[in-house]
């Protein structure tokens, strides 16, 4: 049973932001790290971004600077915010438990496309 609900994907143009949102149960949010993962078509998913249990979050190379983890302890609820986007952005976004090993399921993921 999956509980995390990804949100907040669209289409955008390049250089623009969107806001995704991870919501999930308190027991997932209080004791893991959790991730967003980038799906590209035809790809293998990535992590792209973690934020400890405790607010310490980690950023791959090609989104740091741009990309802005935070968590609201009162919604359980972890949000990615993405602003200067770029067409390599593009794809299905998961958020889940990191590292990989810890997941048990994945959700459908929000869809994020970045127009040139």
């Known amino acids: 049973q999956v509980q995390l609900v990804e949100s907040g994907g669209g289409l955008v143009q390049a250089g623009g932001s969107l806001r995704l949102a991870c919501a999930t149960s308190?027991?997932?949010?209080?004791?893991?790290?959790l991730g967003w993962y980038r799906q590209a078509p035809g790809k293998q998913r990535k992590l792209v971004a973690g934020?400890?249990?405790?607010?310490?979050?980690h950023y791959v190379e090609a989104v740091k600077g741009r990309f802005t983890l935070s968590r609201d302890t009162a919604k359980n609820t972890v949000y990615l915010q993405m602003n200067n986007l770029l067409p390599a952005d593009s794809g299905t976004y998961f958020c889940n438990k990191v590292p990989e090993s810890a997941i048990d399921s994945w959700g459908q993921g929000t869809r994020v496309t970045v127009s040139s």
């Open positions: 934020i400890t249990k405790f607010g310490d979050s």
């Open positions: 308190p027991t997932i949010f209080n004791s893991n790290t």
